[in-house]
């Protein structure tokens, strides 16, 4: 069967924001591609991304995910970011996934063949150990053999006053100078644009930044161009006549005879429903708007006046007029989600 919808994953476009990236970090990168690369496809993400000689390895939120990559891409180290139940250490470390420890209890639980990374929780207070406890636990699995790095993550560095950011990375440095030397990283995207070269890390953690986007204040801080471009096919042209409305709910409603375009692409696909009302998309080079509500699998687009033809490409977001940015606006979310929510029914296409 054809697809519908496509995402086009720009391998260019990825290697550049990788290379920016890590020269800005100063360092190699651990690059996340967790919820399917940020939505981008993990398997057509780390095939591209695995031969960059920026890239030291992957960063994973789930089991499931690692254990995927390692079936990918043996011998490229893998980290996953939460704690696994304690039935998964065991096949994950046989697989040789590197697995974040943040008690005495996980790392006296670890197989002798494992290899750790110290999670040090240093105020985002989501994962991790305390300060006070980590080194005990770095010094426990360094003891065992198995500690290879440790980290920390950041709650606020993609905001203007790091005044925090900056308060964590001296606990995590405290941690850092108790223990045996690891990799060390911290980074996230907005920690690398906003501090640049952070000393004493040996990687960094670049998620939506790879896939690149950046708050505005931190664009001019590295050359980064989005990823993705999601299109889908138009399904259906007609017209209505003044007075007529379209979709759920009559929103609505044509003022004259308008040209209409059903396109195959809808909230079930990731484009937010909120949208609705404020949503436009790309057709032949040209903004227009969405009519109505955007429904389930479909969206209607004012095309009157222009030649479409049923099977003719309309671009929801990418490197031109309209971004991710524009359409996580619209939707009132970040592209965040709006990324990580486009779904399998997308295909997803590496391009030059
Ligand atoms: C998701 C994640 C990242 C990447 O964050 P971005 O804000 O996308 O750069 C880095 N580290 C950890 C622990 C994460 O969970």
Request: glycine share 12%; aromatic share 6%.
């Amino acid at each position: 069967m054809l697809a519908r919808a496509q995402a086009l994953i720009s391998e260019s476009a990825l290697w550049g924001n990788l290379t920016a990236l890590a020269r800005r970090a100063g360092v190699r990168l651990l690059l996340p591609v967790k919820a399917e690369a940020y939505g981008h496809g993990l398997e057509t993400v780390v095939r591209l991304a695995a031969g960059h000689p920026d890239v030291w390895g992957f960063a994973v939120a789930v089991p499931r995910e690692a254990a995927t990559l390692a079936a990918l891409l043996p011998g490229k180290p893998v980290l996953l970011l939460t704690p696994p139940a304690p039935e998964e250490v065991g096949p994950l470390a046989d697989l040789g996934v590197r697995l974040p420890v943040a008690s005495l209890a996980e790392a006296n639980r670890l197989p002798p063949h494992a290899r750790a990374h110290l999670k040090v929780d240093t105020g985002m207070n989501r994962l991790g150990a305390r300060p006070e406890e980590a080194v005990a636990v770095g010094w426990r699995l360094a003891e065992r053999g198995l500690l290879e790095g440790a980290y920390t993550h950041f709650a606020t560095a993609d905001e203007p006053d790091l005044r925090f950011a900056r308060e964590q990375f001296a606990r995590f440095q405290a941690v850092l100078a108790a223990l045996p030397p690891v990799l060390a990283h911290a980074a996230n995207g907005g920690g690398i644009l906003s501090f640049g070269a952070l000393p004493g890390m040996s990687l960094a953690r670049p998620g939506l930044a790879a896939y690149g986007f950046a708050p505005p204040h931190l664009r001019s801080q590295a050359p980064l161009r989005p990823v993705m471009t999601l299109r889908a096919r138009v399904t259906h042209v007609h017209s209505v006549y003044s007075g007529e409305t379209v979709s759920y709910g009559g929103l609505w409603r044509a003022q004259q005879e308008t040209t209409v375009a059903t396109v195959g692409l809808g909230y079930a696909d990731g484009y937010p429903r909120n949208a609705t009302g404020q949503a436009q998309v790309l057709i032949g080079g040209e903004r227009r708007p969405v009519l109505g509500r955007i429904c389930m699998d479909q969206m209607m687009v004012d095309v009157t006046g222009l030649n479409v033809q049923v099977g003719d490409w309309v671009e929801f977001w990418g490197r031109g007029a309209i971004t991710v940015s524009d359409v996580a606006c619209w939707g009132g979310t970040v592209e965040y989600e709006v990324l990580t929510g486009v779904g399998s029914r997308v295909e997803r296409v590496a391009e030059g």
